[in-house]
């Protein structure tokens, strides 16, 4: 069983439509982070939000952390083919040894 | 002057053999992490280092031993190689912020694919 569960695993769109990735739990983090990772390389951070109800911008992509600090989302408007990846999203439990928990992962295709 | 890194990016060797990943970040980080990405790409922490001292260690098997000779190295030793060990190893680093609640940044390296035949 996986602390965090992403929905949905796959998606494949055409270049400029909107789409949302979740990120769910029933355990509250003190902060979550979003990851991009390409085939053969690491995972690379987008943003962190730390506050219930909090909204983050970055160009094209909004994220969103749950009021109740248990889930977020990831929103991206007019996706490009750039945009291409595997999505995580990693928990933090506070006072745990900076402990995170990886989400299971959405893979995003776009298609030109 | 790549932040973190890893060898061997590729890994094939048989069931029962003894092998070993390196790793080593030049950010002047304090805490280092050992991950393993699984064929369906869930990531899972396996260990975690703040000054050379364990601080993280999941339900690994006692064949994985972690070694962290220096801040600015971690490396993991695999005894008695299993098929299920056949993975993508990633290591990371962060600042480690003492009962932090905000998550700092983890640096992730390129990965080390690991096949055991």
């Known amino acids: 069983t996986q602390l965090l569960e992403q929905s949905p695993q796959f998606l494949s769109i055409q270049e400029g439509e909107n789409l949302t990735v979740y990120c769910n739990s029933s355990?509250?983090?003190?902060?979550l982070q979003w990851y991009r990772q390409e085939p053969g390389e690491g995972p690379v951070l987008l943003v962190t939000v730390v506050t219930g109800g909090e909204v983050k911008k970055l160009k094209r992509l909004t994220f969103q952390f749950g009021d109740a600090r248990k889930d977020s989302s990831l929103h991206i408007t007019a996706a490009q083919p750039g945009d291409t990846g595997l999505y995580l999203c990693?928990?933090?439990?506070?006072?745990?040894?900076?402990?995170?928990?990886f989400g299971s992962g959405t893979k995003l295709n776009v298609k030109p | 002057d790549t932040a973190v890194s890893q060898t061997p990016k590729y890994l094939v060797t048989q069931m029962g053999n003894d092998k070993s990943i390196k790793c080593e970040q030049n950010?002047?980080?304090?805490?280092m992490y050992w991950y393993k990405q699984d064929s369906k790409k869930f990531l899972k922490i396996m260990f975690s280092?703040?000054?050379?001292?364990?601080?993280i260690n999941e339900t690994v098997p006692n064949r994985f031993s972690p070694k962290s000779p220096d801040k600015a190295h971690l490396n993991l030793h695999i005894n008695s190689l299993e098929l299920g060990d056949s993975a993508v190893y990633f290591c990371a680093s962060s600042h480690r912020l003492a009962g932090a609640q905000i998550a700092d940044t983890q640096y992730f390296g390129p990965g080390t694919r690991l096949t055991v035949l």
């Open positions: 950010l002047g980080h304090d805490t």
């Open positions: 990693a928990g933090l439990v506070a006072y745990n040894f900076n402990k995170f928990y």
């Open positions: 355990s509250v983090f003190s902060s």
């Open positions: 280092y703040n000054n050379k001292e364990l601080i």
